[in-house]
């Protein structure tokens, strides 16, 4: 019995690397340019776009279930962590779930700046001969878009791979400059991550043509609708060359149904056959089944239901069963996603600059508006009270706290002023009185 055996090819494999030990890179496939060139297939493809949309919203859901995450800033920017959490699910949505943090630390070998940056500027550092690596290169200008950026220099920065262990971060701090850590979020470590959608690449490139040729046809298609002889010859050059250069009055929308004349050099046609109606060349069947098949494969490759991608039904209405019934399924599908997501900032958090216990697990998307919670009720309730105070009130509070600093007030005294003269909860006052990780007073708990 014979058997075909296909010779293997490596040229096929969607993302092959190559080596480049000028730069001390691995190549993002072929010519270093796939997350470029998945980016630009995705905004300019619509469906890929929406699908990217609507799957970043799962994975960030309601954001953290711990309240307190919510809220807790977490680089010098101001950003809080529930910003981490939709950077990050940006790059997500277009990579299989990879992302891309940059961490800085302090002298003690703790973690206590935390950002995201582009997954498209990241490339991997050469392998050792197991294959592993142990830093990643940065440069926000792979493409050398002259147009990008100021410099035309190619500066490519280095910085080391995610390492929690405090001694070894000490260590580099004391060997020189340290830019701090990168922690490079993708399903198979080492390896570079593949777009969402890459088994529907070229179903995105070609809505992204049909569009270009719909314009194209509108902008530079002769769209007048009939053609009027002219009985006899234009009289010279010129003239002829002024006929054609008006053909332009008849492209595009504004030539819509307009008439075109040409010359007749016999003269010999009768009035009636001066008038030649003109029939366009009508591609919209052959596009309209080319984009809806090109659709139904890239929401396939999504598994995302329809009600998600905003496409309706054929009854015309959504259903709103329906709906909770698909956000329900999607939820499933993407709870892995979540889940390493949330396993990702464990890893971080577990060696933060100040301790912090959380399971960091994300709250699932339900149909209806989103109840992203960023402080507890309690919380809440206190904010209410000291927003409505005045410059002068909390200029006068201010002034409480600083004497009972100073011991010049009892913490029963100053509570008492506190309480009559500014209406204070005592969850406001010890707000104000009792410094992070002291107790509170018996005599007021």
Not at 243 to 258: C, D, M, P, Y
Not at 260 to 269: F, P, Q, R, W, Y
Not at 368 to 376: D, E, H, R, V, Y
Request: aromatic residues 12%; charged residues 25%.
């Amino acid at each position: 019995m014979n058997v075909f055996v296909q010779r293997y090819d490596p040229d096929i494999k969607r993302l092959r690397t190559f080596v480049d030990r000028s730069e001390g890179i691995q190549w993002y496939t072929h010519n270093n340019l796939y997350p470029q060139i998945v980016e630009a297939i995705r905004d300019r493809s619509y469906t890929i776009k929406s699908a990217c949309d609507r799957l970043q919203k799962f994975l960030r859901g309601e954001g953290f279930e711990d309240p307190s995450l919510a809220g807790l800033i977490v680089n010098d920017k101001g950003q809080s962590l529930q910003d981490i959490l939709r950077m990050a699910t940006i790059d997500a949505a277009t990579y299989s779930g990879s992302f891309v943090v940059h961490l800085g630390v302090n002298l003690l070998g703790e973690y206590n700046n935390i950002s995201v940056w582009p997954l498209s500027y990241w490339r991997f550092g050469l392998p050792d001969d197991n294959g592993d690596i142990f830093d990643y290169k940065y440069n926000s200008n792979w493409e050398q878009d002259p147009y990008k950026e100021i410099s035309y220099a190619k500066r490519i920065l280095e910085y080391p791979k995610f390492n929690p262990d405090k001694e070894y971060i000490r260590e580099c701090i004391e060997n020189g400059d340290y830019r701090g850590q990168v922690l490079y979020v993708t399903p198979l470590e080492d390896q570079y991550p593949m777009a969402t959608f890459d088994s529907v690449l070229d179903q995105g490139q070609t809505q992204e043509e049909i569009g270009i040729f719909r314009l194209a046809s509108i902008q530079n298609g002769l769209n007048a609708g009939a053609i009027f002889s002219y009985p006899g010859k234009f009289e010279d050059t010129t003239k002829e060359r002024q006929f054609k250069e008006s053909l332009n009055e008849f492209k595009g929308g504004h030539g819509a149904n307009s008439i075109m004349v040409i010359e007749d050099e016999s003269g010999l046609k009768k009035a009636e056959d001066m008038i030649t109606p003109l029939t366009i060349a009508n591609n919209d069947k052959i596009h309209e089944f080319i984009s809806k098949d090109d659709k139904n494969a890239i929401m396939e490759a999504f598994a995302m239901p329809k009600g998600i991608l905003g496409v309706l039904p054929e009854t015309g209405m959504f259903n709103q069963q329906q709906l909770e019934e698909e956000y329900y399924y999607y939820n499933t599908i993407t709870r892995d996603y979540r889940t390493d997501i949330s396993n990702a900032f464990k890893k971080i958090f577990a060696n933060w600059h100040q301790p912090i216990q959380s399971d960091f697990k994300i709250k699932e998307l339900k149909y209806g508006p989103q109840t992203i919670t960023s402080a507890t009720t309690e919380q809440a309730s206190v904010n209410d009270n000291l927003k409505n105070l005045t410059g002068k009130q909390l200029q006068n509070i201010q002034r409480v706290v600083r004497k009972y600093n100073k011991g010049e007030l009892t913490f029963a005294a100053a509570s008492q002023l506190l309480k009559n003269g500014y209406s204070l909860t005592d969850k406001d006052v010890n707000d104000w009185l009792v410094e992070d990780g002291e107790e509170m007073p018996d005599n007021v708990k």
